[in-house]
C-alpha cells in the first residue's frame, strides 16, 4: 500500500534524540547491514570460434573489395555533417510513443538504461575499501533502487550498494568507478520524488548516511560545518541548546547533502531563501577522485567561479559531496501563528501577495485548499471549515510578532477572508501548524492504496492567483482526487494528485493534469520546479524553459568534469541535448 510504504519510509529515517546525538559526538557506527557477498565470479567472455586458412583467406578478398566503398561512404557523411563538432548525445532509448525517454515530450515513468556487469575487479577494490559496509544483497539493492517517494520507476537497480565512513573512502569508490567506467548514484534521504535516486544503469550506489556528524559548530560565526548524511531536522535538534538553528525545511528525512543536490527549500524560504542562499562552502569529490573546496568561510567572496553555486542543484551529476558549510540563524524570540479561511483560492493566494506587498517580514505563508483540508479532517478527525485557508507564521519580539498579527488580520478582512485564528501558546501553535506539516500523509487517507503525483511549478508573485485559479477548474473537473498546498509567500505551490497506479487511464490523467499546469506556469515566466529538482521527471521541460543553448552549455559543463559520465548518469540534462 502506498500509504504504508511512505510511512515505513519515514519510520525508518526517524531515530531517538539520545542516539543521534551520540551519533553527532562519537565516530560513525556500522548500521549492521548484510555482509558482503560480493565475491563471486562473474561470467567470462566467450571466445570466438576459429577458422581454417582458406577461409580466412576468401574472408579478407571479401573485406577488400569493401574498402573503396566504405572510403566513400565516409567520405559522403563527412560532407554532409552540417557541425565540424563531434556529436555528444546519450544513446536513444525509446518510449512507447517513439520518443526519448526523459527528452521532450516523453511520457515514461519507467526509467529505461543500459546495463553491463560490475567487474568483480572493482567489486574486490570497494571491498579493499569500505570492508563490510557493501552489500550486493538484493533486498538492500531493490530498497536502494525503487525509491518509495516516487512513482517514477527505473529497470535496473544498483549492482552494488556501498556505505563510507569519510571523505577520503568516497574519493577512493569514485576514482575506482571511474576508472572501470561503472555509474554512480549518490544516496542520501531519498525524500525526492523526482527519481533523483534511480538506477537505471545499475552501477553503484554510494549511500551517504554513515557520513552524519557535525565536525566543527562556530557559534560565533553563525556556521556550522557537516557531513552531508546529517539529517536538517536532527541538525537542529543539536543546535537548539546553543540558540541557533538550520532554517529550512523540506520534508521529514532530507539529509543535507540531498538537500544541496536538490536547491531544496521549504516553507521558510519566503524569509531565509532557498539551499542556495544557506550554503557557504562545501567539498565536493569529482569524477576523478579528486576533492574540490568550493570556497572559504567568508560570509561572502568574490574570488573566482562561484562554483558553490554551480554544485548546489546539480542532482549529483557533477560530484559527490562531502561537506557542507552551513549558514544559521537565530531561534526566534518569539513566534505566532494564525490561521483564516476564504470562499475561494483565488481570495487566499490575493491576500497572500498582499500580505508580501505590505512589508511584512512573514516566515511562513501557506496555502491549503478546501480538499487539502478534507483530507485533514478525515486523516486527524477534525472538523476544520472545509474551506480554502491560508496559515501565517509570525517572528520577532511578541510586541512586533502581533503587531504583524494585527496588520495581516485587517488585509484578511478587506479579501472575503474569515474564522481568523491564532495561537503564542506553544502546544496551540504545534496543533495549528501540524495541520500543514501532515498534509501529505493525510491525502493518502482518502486514497490509502494509491500513488501520488506532486507537482512543483513556481511562477513570479504576481500571477500566482491566475495559476492557482486556472489549475483549481481543471483539478476539479478531473475524476481523480486533487489537492492543492501552496508556499504562497513565493509563488510556489505543489498539487497532490492520487491515482490508481494499476489504471493506465488514471496515470494518464495524472500526467495530463501535470502538463497543463507546468506548460501554464511556463507561460508565465514560471518554472517546471520550484523546489524538488530534475531528477528524471521534469527533463522533459528543460527546453521550453531554459532553451537549448542553456541546455547545452550544462552538457559542456557535465562532459568537462565527468567525460566518462559516471555520475549519476540519466539525471538532470535531457537525453535529447547534443553538440
Not at 149 to 178: Q, T
Not at 358 to 383: F, H, T, W, Y
Not at 481 to 508: I, K, M, Y
Not at 556 to 572: C, E, R, S, T
Request: net charge negative; with cysteine; glycine share 8%.
Amino acid at each position: 500500500m502506498a500509504f504504508n510504504s511512505w510511512f515505513s519510509r519515514l519510520m525508518r529515517a526517524s531515530s531517538s534524540s539520545r542516539a543521534v546525538l551520540d551519533g553527532f559526538r562519537g565516530p560513525a557506527l556500522s548500521r549492521g547491514r548484510h555482509p558482503c557477498t560480493a565475491r563471486r565470479a562473474l561470467a567470462a567472455t566467450a571466445a570466438g570460434p576459429g577458422g581454417s586458412g582458406s577461409d580466412d583467406r576468401r574472408f579478407w578478398l571479401w573485406s577488400s573489395a569493401l574498402v573503396p566503398l566504405a572510403v566513400a561512404a565516409s567520405a559522403g557523411s563527412l560532407a554532409l555533417r552540417s557541425s565540424p563538432e563531434p556529436s555528444l548525445c546519450e544513446a536513444p532509448v525509446l518510449d512507447a510513443g517513439g520518443v526519448k525517454v526523459g527528452g521532450k515530450g516523453s511520457t515514461a515513468y519507467l526509467v529505461k538504461g543500459s546495463h553491463k556487469e560490475v567487474p568483480q575487479e572493482l567489486i574486490d577494490e570497494l571491498v579493499a575499501i569500505c570492508g563490510e559496509n557493501v552489500t550486493m544483497d538484493y533486498e538492500e539493492r531493490f530498497f536502494h533502487g525503487k525509491p518509495q517517494n516516487s512513482f517514477h520507476k527505473a529497470v535496473n537497480i544498483p549492482d552494488v550498494v556501498v556505505f563510507p565512513r569519510c571523505e577520503e573512502e568516497v574519493s577512493k569508490i569514485v576514482k575506482s568507478c571511474n576508472e572501470h567506467k561503472v555509474p554512480i548514484v549518490p544516496y542520501g534521504g531519498a525524500t525526492s520524488i523526482e527519481g533523483h535516486t534511480l538506477s537505471p544503469n545499475g552501477g553503484v550506489c554510494i549511500d551517504m548516511t554513515l557520513m552524519k556528524r557535525v565536525k566543527v559548530l562556530h557559534v560565533e560565526d553563525m556556521d556550522v560545518v557537516v557531513e552531508p548524511g546529517i539529517g536538517w531536522m536532527e541538525l537542529n535538534e543539536y543546535l537548539e541548546p546553543y540558540g541557533l538553528f538550520f532554517p529550512l525545511d523540506p520534508g521529514p528525512g532530507a539529509t543535507i547533502g540531498g538537500m544541496c543536490a536538490t536547491r531544496c527549500s521549504g516553507s521558510l524560504a519566503v524569509r531565509y531563501g532557498t539551499m542556495r542562499d544557506n550554503v557557504i562552502s562545501l567539498k565536493v569529490v569529482l569524477a576523478n577522485g579528486d576533492v574540490v573546496k568550493t570556497a572559504s568561510r567568508a560570509r561572502k567572496s568574490a574570488a573566482g567561479y562561484d562554483l558553490t553555486r554551480l554544485v548546489i542543484g546539480s542532482e549529483g551529476t557533477l560530484g559527490v559531496i562531502t561537506e557542507v558549510t552551513l549558514r544559521l540563524q537565530k531561534l526566534p524570540q518569539h513566534s505566532v501563528v494564525a490561521m483564516c479561511n476564504f470562499p475561494s483560492v483565488k481570495d487566499a493566494a490575493d491576500v497572500a501577495i498582499a500580505t508580501m506587498h505590505s512589508g511584512i517580514q512573514v516566515s511562513r505563508v501557506e496555502l491549503l485548499d478546501e480538499v487539502q483540508i478534507k483530507a485533514v479532517n478525515l486523516a486527524n478527525g477534525k472538523n476544520l471549515p472545509e474551506l480554502p485557508t491560508l496559515m501565517f507564521e509570525f517572528i520577532g519580539t511578541e510586541a512586533y510578532s502581533l503587531e504583524q498579527t494585527n496588520i495581516v488580520q485587517k488585509i484578511v478582512s478587506e479579501h472575503n477572508g474569515s474564522d481568523f485564528v491564532f495561537a503564542k501558546d506553544l502546544e496551540a501553535k504545534k496543533e495549528l501548524w501540524k495541520i500543514r506539516k501532515e498534509a501529505l500523509w493525510a491525502c493518502f487517507a482518502m486514497e490509502p492504496t494509491f500513488e501520488a503525483m506532486i507537482t512543483d511549478v513556481c511562477v513570479p508573485l504576481s500571477y500566482l492567483a491566475e495559476l492557482i485559479t486556472r489549475s483549481k477548474q481543471e483539478l476539479d473537473a478531473s475524476q481523480l482526487t486533487c489537492t492543492v498546498v501552496a508556499h504562497a509567500g513565493d509563488g510556489n505551490f505543489h498539487t497532490v494528485v492520487l491515482f490508481d497506479p494499476s489504471e493506465d487511464d488514471q496515470r494518464q490523467e495524472a500526467e495530463r493534469l501535470n502538463h497543463l499546469m507546468v506548460h501554464t506556469a511556463l507561460s508565465m515566466e514560471g518554472t517546471c520546479t520550484g523546489e524538488h529538482g530534475v531528477g528524471t521527471g521534469k527533463m522533459k521541460y528543460l527546453e521550453e524553459e531554459l532553451g537549448m543553448e542553456a541546455l547545452r552549455t550544462m552538457k559542456k559543463i557535465k562532459q568537462a568534469v565527468d567525460p566518462n559520465n559516471i555520475m549519476n548518469p540519466g539525471k538532470l540534462i535531457p537525453p535529447h541535448v547534443c553538440f
